[in-house]
Structures are given as C-alpha cells and as structure tokens.
C-alpha cells in the first residue's frame, strides 16, 4: 500500500510541475494579405462556418478552449493544430500557387461532403463546428464555385 502511495505522490508531482512548462499559442491577431478572407470575397455565412469549424486548426489564431491551460492537453492541442496548418493554413491560403488553391479548394469541398472534416473529435466538444446538412450543402457549393473559377 505505501508503494501505491509513493507512485501516487510521484505521479502527483509529475502533473504540478508539467503546468509550469511554457507552451507557444497559436494566436495573431493580425491578419495578413494572404488569408483567405481577404484574398476571396466570401459571403458572411460561409465566413461563419469558416471561422467556427476551421480556423481553430487551419489558421494563424486558434481560439483556445478553457482546458487548453491544462499539461497535457495544451500539447495534444498544439500538436493536433501545427498538423492541422501543415496541411491547409487559411492565414496563408494567398501564398499557395493557384494550382494549389485549386486542389486545396477540391479537398475542402470533398472531406466537408464526406464527413471528414470537421473532425469528430473537434465537434464532440465544439457542438457550434458540427454543420447541419444546409450549411454542408451551401458550403460545398460555395467552394467548389472557387475551385472551378482557380482552374
């Protein structure tokens, strides 16, 4: 029993000191030339939906939630965002070749339709991310125009 204790204690410990590790923030509040809101002219619901389920992972400024504070979630957070911006970078969308915008426009529109994004773990705590069969309908629609116009 006095075992358990001291792992218990150990492990205690271990999570304290973990919060005192600094983390860098995925937060900017400028917006550069290269976002895709201000390269495209997009229409204010498709803006909502934008920043409501893609921005958080796909941009320069993450809206953090209240656990974000909290070793290790902090990392798993930071982690799951520099892969999401790898990927698709909104606050870089200018920068991209137009064949790459195009392309990037098509996977959009494709992994919206097919449920892919936005992740299912992101929307099981963002219910606001989770886009009803309309807002899917004319997002897609939207960015499949871009897509064809890109070309």
């Not at 600094?22 to 939906?49: C, G, H, M, W």
């Not at 992740?119 to 897609?140: G, N, P, Q, R």
Request: net charge negative; hydrophobic share 35%; charged share 25%.
């Amino acid at each position: 029993m006095k075992f358990l204790k001291i792992i218990g204690l150990a492990l205690l410990i271990g999570f304290v000191g973990i919060q005192f590790i600094p983390t860098r923030l995925n937060q900017d509040d400028y917006i550069p030339k290269s976002d895709f809101t201000v390269v495209y002219e997009v229409p204010e619901d498709i803006n909502a939906i934008l920043q409501t389920s893609c921005y958080d992972c796909h941009s320069n400024n993450t809206n953090y939630p209240w656990y974000n504070k909290i070793q290790p979630f902090t990392w798993y957070l930071n982690d799951h965002i520099e892969k999401g911006k790898e990927e698709l970078n909104f606050s870089a969308f200018g920068d991209y070749s137009t064949r790459r915008q195009s392309s990037k426009l098509g996977s959009i529109s494709s992994q919206v339709e097919d449920g892919e994004m936005p992740l299912s773990s992101y929307t099981l705590v963002h219910w606001d991310a989770k886009l009803s069969a309309k807002e899917k309908e004319e997002f897609i629609a939207w960015m499949d125009s871009l897509a064809m116009e890109a070309r």
